[in-house]
């Protein structure tokens, strides 16, 4: 046989080219580049969860914290209004003892 060959030269890449073998390399590449996405996604559902226990623990707290307020202006309101009916009496009082005296002090 001869060593010459007539027919298309194969042997030379001739633009793109696609192989079915898959280096060591390649999957170690692959491999790393799972796992890295894994650990993010791991990483920032932690992240969430920690957010959504916070934002709960929060809005439960604050919950707390606004009836607490409610009930406390609630009963200053009441305290309040309550003075100010003592006031109110006190101040009648006082008017009936000024008209009192006007009478008596013009009778005389």
Request: hydrophobic share 35%; glycine share 8%.
């Amino acid at each position: 046989m001869s060593d010459q060959y007539n027919g298309k030269e194969r042997r030379t890449r001739q633009g793109w080219h696609i192989e079915k073998r898959i280096t060591v390399g390649e999957m170690i590449t692959i491999f790393t580049v799972a796992m890295s996405v894994m650990l993010w996604f791991a990483v920032e559902d932690a992240r969430i969860g920690k957010l959504e226990y916070i934002t709960t623990t929060t809005t439960e707290i604050q919950d707390k914290r606004d009836s607490a307020q409610d009930e406390a202006r609630k009963a200053m309101s009441e305290a309040f209004s309550a003075q100010i009916t003592g006031l109110g009496a006190k101040i009648d009082r006082v008017i009936e003892i000024l008209i009192q005296r006007d009478k008596g002090g013009r009778g005389q």
